[in-house]
């Protein structure tokens, strides 16, 4: 998550505050470890926020893990039971539609419309300018707000449609780093190795060098 995104999500919460929007359900949450230690803004600039994360926030994952609250999969009607029964006033939906294929993002977009309250609300957010992340599986999904919201979220309200932008781009990256400009070029040349991968990054090398890093982010609540 980039850490521009993490304080949207957060100033999105604490706007949302005073219409006590808890519980609130975290889905693909990774572990308290991932969150306070590996990319420490999102503990800071989202859940630090809310009080008593403990009692308002329940993070779920596929993986049983320290600081998951909630383990289970969203395509088992019997877990979704069980999920209903916290009646989930606000769900968190980050960077989750870049690693499923079409198919499954449209059940999946169902699920969270299922699963949320009437006049609750949804905050998702997904890669827009980024390379490829193949943690786990990549899906090459970058749609802008606007597309994300027309291709997955027409059932929700359209509170808020935003791209947020970082100062930072792969360029600078490489420039930061050179210890990857050999790794990079070397990737050129096989395209042969995962060759959807390589096709996406050569058209990120040509459309996106220097353009910053940036997410598609939406405000959607349930009507």
Known sequence: MLIEESIWIGKKI??????????????????????????????????????NEAKNVIHLDMKSADGVDLVGDLYDSVFL???????????LFNNVLMYIDQ??????????????????????????????????VESYYRPNPTKLYEDLFQNFELKEAKEIT??????QQLKDKPRLIPIKLLRIFLPFYKFQDWRFMMKYYFNHLKRNYSASCLLLQKK
Do not use: M, W
């Open 103 to 136: 198919e499954q993002r449209k059940k999946l977009c169902k699920v969270l419309y299922e699963i949320l309250e009437k006049d609750g609300y949804l905050i998702v957010t997904n890669s827009f300018i980024f390379p490829p992340a193949p943690d786990p």
């Open 14 to 51: 604490k706007e949302l505050s005073l219409l006590n929007p808890f519980p609130i359900l975290n889905i693909g949450s990774s572990t308290k470890e991932y969150r306070t230690n590996r990319q420490s803004h999102i503990q800071k600039n989202i859940f630090n926020l809310i009080p």
């Open 166 to 171: 970082t100062g930072y781009n792969f360029y």
């Open 81 to 91: 039971d069980e999920i209903k029964k916290y009646k989930v006033k606000c769900i």
